[in-house]
């Protein structure tokens, strides 16, 4: 979660915490968890988390069992990537209960088993039936990107047919006791956690994780915006162009996205590699995705560049689960040195008309409760409304 943010817009300051996490930490313990982003480079008052020790000498690795504990009727064993279609099927099976608008389609788990950095032999685990069933997975997956904080991942599920009987509890010590022994490795003097998404709904696991000492750190709405209701125009500013994001412009965007989002709680810079995982996926629509492009304010020579941009994915995976064409807006963003120009209304109101000339029906998007941006209001005022809540729950050293 914390190398990509859900979209966003213009920011104003973000809530100061009054604890940092280097004030807080105590070594192999939870710490109080405050917002975090690139350091120095804090919009203000947000509160820039530090570290005064590496990570390596706050985290106690203790040895790491190649699976979790044992459960009767299942074995454990590392995932591979033959194990694409059964372990997608096994994701269809805890979404249809935990996230139940939300699909989830075979090429997305197969980016989660080959994201850059991943050991499946050391990182990954499943657990499989008598009848060679998959019932429960997961990964530990340490963030290759380590500049405002060193992030491991703990994402997974069990088949909600087999809950009640021990293996999330195993499978997420399992997680948390690799996650450890992956932080232990990092020297960067910056705040550590494991952590992942959890929807509001899904009660189970929110008490799974709480048991397990992870705080709900952040919490995230998803919005939604019916495509057939007026889309009021909000005029483009002068200074700049409208654009579809073609190859020239992927590079570009992602440094906008970059410099958009490092004031943004836990963002950190996307990396080349990841980039372009994302905007080469098959789902994300380029002619659907808008960018404002012109040249820098301070060297009317120089080069064009993305200033503000609005991304779009559409994933058929999603609309048996919601039950409508959908398209989720993964970014919307504007240059710091940008704002104040309303360049967010206007590429939002651009792309959701472009959403509703596809044919599509309701354009959904996440963004943070708790947004320095007044990116709610916002939304609202393009005719967003609030479907459903999520969480980031952190375990912090």
Known sequence: MPDDQPAETEPTAEPTATTSVAEAVTVGAPATWSPVVAPGEAAEDVSIGSADRPVSERVTASDVLTSPEPVAGVSWRPLTLDDLVPLHALCVRVGAVDHPDRGRSLEAVRDDLTAPGIDLVRDSTVAVDHEGRFVAWGLSHLGPTRVSMVWVDVNGGVDPARRGEGIGRRLLAWQCARGEQQLATCDERLPAGLGTDVEEDAAASRALFRRAVFDEARWWSELRRELAEPIHDVPLDRAVRLVTMTDEWVEPARHARNDAFRDHWGSQPTSEDRWGRMTGAGTFRRDLSMLAVARPLDDPA????????????????????????????????VRRSWRGRHLAQSLLASTLRAHAAEGLEVAVLDVDSASPTGALGLYEQAGFVAARRSTTVMRTY
């Open 302 to 333: 120089a080069a064009e560049q993305v200033v503000a941009f609005v991304l779009s994915d559409v994933d058929p995976a999603d609309w048996a689960a919601l039950g409508r064409r959908s398209v989720y807006v993964e970014y919307v963003g």
